[in-house]
């Protein structure tokens, strides 16, 4: 399992490790509540940060997950596909969902401590 | 927030996805979206991460051999549009929530809509959450879907997230209700009206049905449908 503290976040609540790997948060995998599905990018998609590029599913409901990063999707976890709860269960570690190799620096990106203060101030700033 | 009501044509599912779909992707929201579907026959659509085949054969053992089943945006189970009442919502969701409580705000404020019909429901609130997603959508009752008094499912729905923006579609079950469709349709429309802020009903335009048709041959295609 990674350390969160040694990853960046984007706003939409993926994460991303300094070796290109892609996964949604804990936060977010909490939101999200039980996933029953999970469509990871096809491999050698190119992918521009910002883009929705893969797909989870809870019970009757699908999120679209966006790349933390720009570049080429080099890996897809069909370990996930196959078991989609273990997004929740390792959200960190076995639950990751797809690599990339950056083509570019991510811009934006939050360090740890910076996504939860960002938790934080949309907890604060309450419902939509 | 603002609120457009839209009017649209009758269609089929392919061209009601299409719709709720260039709503979803549209212009800059600052008003939510709330649809009445208008369907021209019999229809079938499944959740995102469904099997093909599950929907298929749901159609084939009720006779619907002549009825595609057409894959949504949202998640879910299989839905029969065969009287039902399908609705759509388009709103901002920005912060991310659980599910859950989207269903709590759209769904209560249906309940309250109805009951100034006179028909009433509630709020299905388990004590424990069902594990796993039921292949059809009116086979039990999940978490803050609407429940007759009788315990009958009566009002299920299904979301998309795409960026700060939110897909709903549900589907009312009329018959445990004893209310007519166009009563149900005002009561809805009332409700969302009083949730989300209000703002006059008015038509879909040509560019929102062009936006609407360009996306129609992908929920038409064995590629989208047929993709698992």
Redesign the interface.
């Known amino acids: 399992m990674r350390d969160p503290k040694t990853l960046k976040y984007q706003k ?2 993926e994460w991303l490790s300094p070796d290109g790997f892609v996964g949604i948060s804990d ?2 995998q909490k ?4 996933v ?2 999970v ?1 990871p990018p096809k491999i050698g998609r190119k992918v521009k940060q910002g883009e ?1 590029c893969c ?1 989870v ?8 997950i966006y790349a933390p990063v720009s570049g080429e999707i080099v890996a897809a976890n069909a370990d996930a596909a196959k078991d989609p709860a273990v997004v929740n269960r390792e959200p960190y570690g076995k639950g990751w969902l797809f690599q990339v190799k950056p083509s570019a620096e991510p811009a934006g990106l939050m360090d740890a401590a910076a996504y939860e203060k960002f938790l934080a101030a ?1 907890a604060a ?1 309450g ?2 | 927030m603002l609120r457009a009501e839209l009017k649209a044509p009758a269609l089929d599912a392919a061209g009601q996805m299409a719709l709720d779909e260039a709503a979803l992707l549209g212009e800059a929201l600052d008003a939510a979206i709330f649809r009445v579907y208008r369907w021209i026959g019999p229809a079938c659509t499944f ?3 469904q099997p093909w085949r599950a929907a298929r054969a749901a159609c084939d053992s009720r006779g619907w051999t002549q009825v595609s089943p057409v894959r949504r ?5 299989i839905v029969f549009h065969d009287g039902d009442l399908t609705f759509s919502l388009v709103f ?12 709590a705000r759209v769904h209560r404020a249906a309940a309250s809509g109805l009951a100034r019909a006179g028909a009433r429901a509630s709020l299905h609130a388990p004590n424990s ?1 069902p ?3 039921a292949a059809a959508c009116f086979s039990r009752a ?1 978490p803050m879907d609407l429940v007759a008094e009788d315990g009958r499912k009566v009002l ?8 700060a923006r939110g897909l709903y579609q549900g589907s009312l079950r009329l018959e445990p209700l004893g209310i007519e469709p166009e009563a149900a349709a005002e009561s809805l429309r009332e409700s969302v009206r009083a949730e989300f802020g209000g703002a006059g009903p008015e038509a879909f335009d040509e560019s929102r049905l062009a936006a609407g048709r360009r996306l129609e041959p992908r929920y038409r295609s064995r590629e989208w449908n047929e993709r698992r």
């Open positions: 939409s609540h936060h977010a939101e999200i509540t039980d029953v599905f469509e929705a797909v599913e809870s019970v009757k409901a699908a999120f679209d949309e700033h419902t939509h | 959740g995102y991460g945006a949202t998640g879910g189970g901002s969701w920005e912060r991310l929530q659980t599910p859950e409580a989207i269903y959450r594990l796993g997603a999940e299920g729905g299904a979301l998309r997230k795409r960026g």
